[in-house]
T-cell receptor
Framework: TQLLEQSPQFLSIQEGENLTVYCNSS?????LQWYRQEPGEGPVLLVT?????EVKKLKRLTFQFGDARKDSSLHITAAQPGDTGLYLC???????????FGPGTRLSVLP | DAGVIQSPRHEVTEMGQEVTLRCKPI?????LFWYRQTMMRGLELLIY????????DSGMPEDRFSAKMPNASFSTLKIQPSEPRDSAVYFC?????????????????FGDGTRLSIL
């Protein structure tokens, strides 16, 4: 069984600060996705990373897939209150295993 | 462009009652997923369908849970009889591809969920 761990579990920061959240596993993933979920809504896909070492940028968000495809990070520059939400990573194993979600990092950006 | 539509948005019922959750996936999507989200266990995959056929139901907690997809535009998740521990937010998602395993880089589009409370 593959497991994804995310850290930190909770994060509260001031507007304008930078932050990094992490997604880790002991298993290799064929691809990994990051989602953001706001209260009362379903998760929304932010990015998919496929290649080890891959870096993708989405405005102020930078996503990196580890070289060994076992971990990923999400860095947010100059956080804004609109970034508040639950950030979930999700991935599927290298041998066709089913998709699993991590427990999430709950981010709160205070104005 | 309509997204995944779930109904009802909220359901409150007494234990022992039958509960039916409904989902309309995005038109043209081949895969449909049912998830359950709780604070304790996070987001758990219950079952997924590909081309209306159940592919993996290993996440379904027990026989009280059943899911059907009679056609490409409709799916139901039924709990009978319901218990208080079934209280959670249930999400339906759809994906344009296989959605799992080898096709796992396909995006999943989630509905807004059904918040289920069993008293």
């Amino acid at each position: 069984t593959q497991l994804l761990e995310q850290s930190p579990q909770f994060l509260s920061i001031q507007e304008g600060e930078n932050l990094t959240v992490y997604c880790n596993s002991s298993s290799v993933f064929s691809s990994l996705q990051w989602y953001r979920q706001e209260p009362g809504e379903g998760p929304v896909l932010l990015v998919t990373v496929v290649t080890g070492g891959e870096v993708k940028k989405l405005k102020r968000l930078t996503f990196q897939f580890g070289d060994a495809r076992k971990d990923s990070s999400l860095h947010i520059t100059a956080a804004q209150p609109g970034d508040t939400g639950l950030y979930l990573c999700a991935g599927a194993g290298n041998y066709g295993q089913n998709f699993v979600f991590g427990p999430g990092t709950r981010l709160s950006v205070l104005p | 462009d309509a997204g995944v539509i779930q109904s009802p948005r909220h359901e409150v019922t007494e234990m022992g009652q039958e509960v039916t959750l409904r989902c309309k996936p995005i038109s043209g999507h081949n895969s449909l997923f049912w998830y359950r989200q709780t604070m304790m266990r996070g987001l758990e995959l219950l079952i997924y369908f590909n081309n209306n056929v159940p592919i993996d139901d290993s996440g379904m907690p027990e026989d009280r849970f059943s899911a059907k997809m009679p056609n490409a535009s409709f799916s139901t998740l039924k709990i009978q009889p319901s218990e208080p521990r079934d209280s959670a937010v249930y999400f339906c998602a759809s994906s344009p591809g296989g959605g799992q395993g080898l096709y796992s880089n396909q995006p999943q589009h989630f509905g807004d969920g059904t918040r289920l409370s069993i008293l």
